[in-house]
């Protein structure tokens, strides 16, 4: 699934889920080494376990950042099945 993230630097985070289990995680742009290390910790996450600790995530006081990007693609893939 791609995802538009808004208020962050990243333009599209692409995101596969196999039975609640994130295999995949993709951002285009942002802070390379930081969606990086965000994708490499993610994978193999349970997507619950994943939301819970990237939600509310803040970037320099955005009210956003890329990891809470993430949880809210997240989230949507939940609704989605």
């Known amino acids: 699934m791609r995802y538009i993230p808004s208020g962050v630097c990243s333009r ?4 596969e889920v196999d039975n609640d289990i994130i ?3 993709a951002f285009t742009g942002g802070c390379n080494g ?3 290390g965000i994708s490499a910790l993610v994978k193999g996450m349970n997507i619950d376990d994943a ?3 990237l939600e509310g995530i803040n970037c320099n006081g955005r009210g ?4 809470d990007q993430l949880s809210k693609a997240l989230r949507k893939i939940k609704e989605n099945n």
Request: charged share 10%.
């Open 12 to 15: 599209a985070i692409d995101v």
């Open 23 to 25: 295999t995949s995680v």
């Open 34 to 36: 930081n969606t990086q």
């Open 51 to 53: 939301i819970s600790k």
């Open 64 to 67: 956003t950042s890329c990891p």
